[in-house]
Nanobody, 124 residues
Framework: QVQVVESGGGLVQAGGSLRLSCAAS????????MGWFRQAPGKEREFVAT????????RYADSVKGRFTISRDNAKTTVYLQMNSLKPEDTAVYFC?????????????????WGQGTQVTVSS
């Protein structure tokens, strides 16, 4: 069993930055890929970014590429999502997810453990 808890959401103006954190606990953090997903009101949950367990491979949604950066600190069992140049369309609840796998995945079904989410609101 792995527990993940997100933090760092909030209200920011367009063009601003936020850093989300995802603290994992429970079973070993090794061999778990981590992903960030988001869900805006009235929309389905969508992939944002993912990172493999060694932190050497990442993948981003086209909508955030060049603006968001995912990273992890396995010693602290924490994953981060640095979000720069935020846009109003980035407004959503952001979810962190953990999944035991080789590599990484952009598919939410690959992740077995999810946090409760943290709200990010970008004002125009």
């Amino acid at each position: 069993q792995v527990q993940v808890v997100e933090s760092g959401g909030g209200l920011v103006q367009a063009g601003g930055s936020l850093r989300l954190s995802c603290a994992a606990s429970g079973r070993t953090f090794s061999n778990y890929a981590m992903g960030w997903f988001r869900q805006a009101p009235g929309k389905e949950r969508e992939f944002v970014a993912t990172i493999n367990w060694t932190g050497t491979s990442t993948r981003y949604a086209d909508s955030v590429k060049g603006r968001f950066t995912i990273s992890r600190d396995n010693a602290k069992t924490t994953v981060y999502l640095q979000m720069n140049s935020l846009k109003p369309e980035d407004t959503a609840v952001y979810f962190c997810a953990a999944g035991r796998m080789s590599g990484y995945s952009t598919n939410s079904g690959s992740y077995g453990y999810w946090g409760q989410g943290t709200q990010v609101t970008v004002s125009s």
